[in-house]
Structures are given as structure tokens and as C-alpha cells.
């Protein structure tokens, strides 16, 4: 395989990964699918980020978000550690 069609596709599954955290969140179903409103609220995220709450806003979600994953019996085992598939 050539070395673009590698990086294709490590790019491809990279951008299907986070949208599919977009999905786990219930993004889609809160929003009822709407691109645009889901569009606006990543780019108010981005800002947020940005601003000077940047730091705080990171701890804040970056908490949250550990705190998801290790709740969510499909991305961590009974261990709370990573499973086999997360490893792939």
C-alpha cells in the first residue's frame, strides 16, 4: 500500500473516531441531527478555548470526559482499564 493511501486512511478512521464521539455524547439525537447547530456549538467551544477561560474550560471538560469514558462499560472494562479494542 502507498504511503497516502496509509495516511488516507489513518486520517479517514481519525475523523470517523470523533464522530463518533459526537454521537456517544447524544450530540445528535440533543440536536435532533442539525448540522449547523452542532457546527455552532464546536465553534463556541472553540472560542471558549481561546479565551482566557481556555485553561479552565480544558481541566473542566478533559475531567468530565475521563469521567464518561471510565462510566461507559464499552470503552473501559471492569477494571476501568482500556479494553483490547480500544488497543486496535
Keep these: 500500500m502507498r504511503t497516502w493511501q496509509v495516511e488516507r486512511r489513518k486520517r479517514t478512521r481519525h475523523l470517523i473516531e470523533l464522530g463518533g464521539l459526537v ?3 447524544g450530540i445528535v439525537d440533543l440536536t435532533g441531527d ?3 447547530m452542532i457546527y455552532g456549538a464546536l465553534c ?3 472560542d471558549k478555548l481561546r479565551s482566557d477561560q481556555g485553561r479552565h ?3 473542566l471538560w478533559a475531567a468530565k470526559g ?3 469514558f471510565e ?3 464499552e470503552t473501559h472494562g471492569p477494571t ?3 479494553t483490547q479494542a ?3
Design 23 to 25: 454521537v456517544k455524547a
Design 34 to 36: 442539525d448540522r449547523a
Design 44 to 46: 463556541w467551544m472553540a
Design 57 to 59: 474550560a480544558r481541566k
Design 66 to 68: 475521563k469521567q464518561a
Design 71 to 73: 462510566a461507559d462499560p
Design 80 to 82: 476501568g482499564q482500556k
Design 86 to 88: 480500544d488497543h486496535r
